[in-house]
């Protein structure tokens, strides 16, 4: 079993930054890729943004690309996602996922149903 709990959630007006981090508990000692997504009211999950287990592969929806950063401290078991120029767009609550697998090392994925375990999201509300 893995526990994923998120923090760092809040609200930050349009044009700013917020961080929020996903620790991992539990399961840490196998290969698993890291992954954000969000859930705005009414509206499906989606994907935003993975990183592999080796931290050397990412990949981000088009909506983040250049703004948001995700990365990881595996010493600490926890990946971050940095916002920056933050939009009214982005207001959701953000939710970070594990998938484990030895492919994790160097792949990442977009699909939800591939992930294994997930927090239990923490909101952002960009104010405009």
């Known amino acids: 079993q893995v526990q994923l709990v998120e923090s760092g959630g809040g609200l930050v007006q349009a044009g700013g930054s917020l961080s929020v981090s996903c620790a991992a508990s539990g399961r840490t000692f196998s290969s698993y890729a890291m992954g954000w997504f969000r859930q705005a009211p009414g509206m499906e999950r989606e994907f935003v943004a993975a990183?592999?287990?080796?931290?050397?592969?990412?990949y981000y929806a088009d909506s983040v690309k250049g703004r948001f950063t995700i990365s990881r401290d595996s010493a600490k078991n926890t990946v971050y996602l940095q916002m920056n120029s933050l939009k009214p767009d982005d207001t959701a609550v953000y939710y970070c996922?594990?998938?484990?697998?030895?492919?994790?090392?160097?792949?990442?994925?977009?699909?939800?149903?591939?992930?294994?375990?997930w927090g239990q999201g923490t909101q952002v509300t960009v104010s405009s």
């Open positions: 990183i592999s287990w080796s931290g050397r592969t990412t």
């Open positions: 996922a594990a998938e484990f697998g030895e492919h994790t090392i160097a792949v990442v994925t977009t699909l939800r149903n591939k992930y294994d375990y």
